[in-house]
C-alpha cells in the first residue's frame, strides 16, 4: 500500500495556486475539478477548491533539502505558525525532542504545515 495523494481544501483557488507555488518552489498544475496538483516526491498535494474550506486536521509534513530556503518563502508570505511545540516557537527551526529539525507554518485556510529537514527525519525505526 502506498499513500499518493493528500487534498487540501482552500477557499481561494487562484490565490492557492500561488501561495503554494511560492512556498514549494515549484509550478503546480491543473487537472480539472477545481484541482490543482503539486507532486511533492511520490505523494501529490492536490489544492482543492471549496466555498467552506475545511482545514486538515493535523499538520502535513514535507522533508526538504534547504530548510531555510523553505523558512524564508514561508516568512516572506507570513505563513508561519505562531503557536509552540513543546516549549519551543513552532514558526522557527529548532531541533525537536524527536531530534527533527523543523518548523511549522500554517496556509490562509488554516492547513498546517510542517517542513523538516530531510537529513534528520524520524521515522520510528534506528
Given at each position: 500500500?502506498?499513500?499518493?495523494?493528500i487534498?487540501?481544501?482552500?477557499?481561494?483557488?487562484?490565490?492557492?495556486?500561488?501561495?503554494?507555488?511560492?512556498?514549494?518552489?515549484?509550478?503546480?498544475?491543473?487537472?480539472?475539478?477545481g484541482?490543482?496538483?503539486?507532486?511533492c516526491?511520490a505523494?501529490?498535494?492536490?489544492?482543492?477548491?471549496?466555498?467552506?474550506?475545511?482545514?486538515?486536521?493535523?499538520?502535513?509534513?514535507?522533508a526538504v533539502a534547504?530548510?531555510d530556503?523553505?523558512?524564508?518563502?514561508?516568512?516572506k508570505?507570513?505563513?508561519?505558525?505562531?503557536e509552540?511545540?513543546?516549549?519551543?516557537?513552532?514558526?522557527?527551526?529548532?531541533?525537536?525532542?524527536?531530534?527533527?529539525?523543523?518548523?511549522?507554518?500554517?496556509?490562509?485556510?488554516?492547513?498546517?504545515?510542517?517542513?523538516?529537514?530531510?537529513?534528520?527525519?524520524?521515522t520510528?525505526?534506528?
Open positions: 500500500m502506498k499513500l499518493f495523494r487534498i487540501l481544501q482552500v477557499g481561494d483557488l487562484e490565490r492557492a495556486t500561488s501561495f503554494y507555488g511560492e512556498l514549494f518552489g515549484v509550478a503546480g498544475r491543473a487537472v480539472g475539478g484541482r490543482i496538483y503539486f507532486d516526491g505523494v501529490i498535494v492536490a489544492l482543492l477548491g471549496v466555498a467552506d474550506p475545511i482545514p486538515v486536521p493535523e499538520y502535513v509534513y514535507f534547504d530548510l530556503g523553505v523558512l524564508a518563502r514561508a516568512r508570505l507570513d505563513a508561519l505558525a505562531t509552540e511545540v513543546h516549549g519551543e516557537p513552532a514558526g522557527a527551526i529548532v531541533v525537536r525532542p524527536w531530534r527533527e529539525r523543523s518548523f511549522y507554518a500554517v496556509d490562509p485556510w488554516r492547513n498546517g504545515l510542517c517542513f523538516v529537514d530531510e537529513t534528520t527525519l524520524f520510528g525505526r534506528r
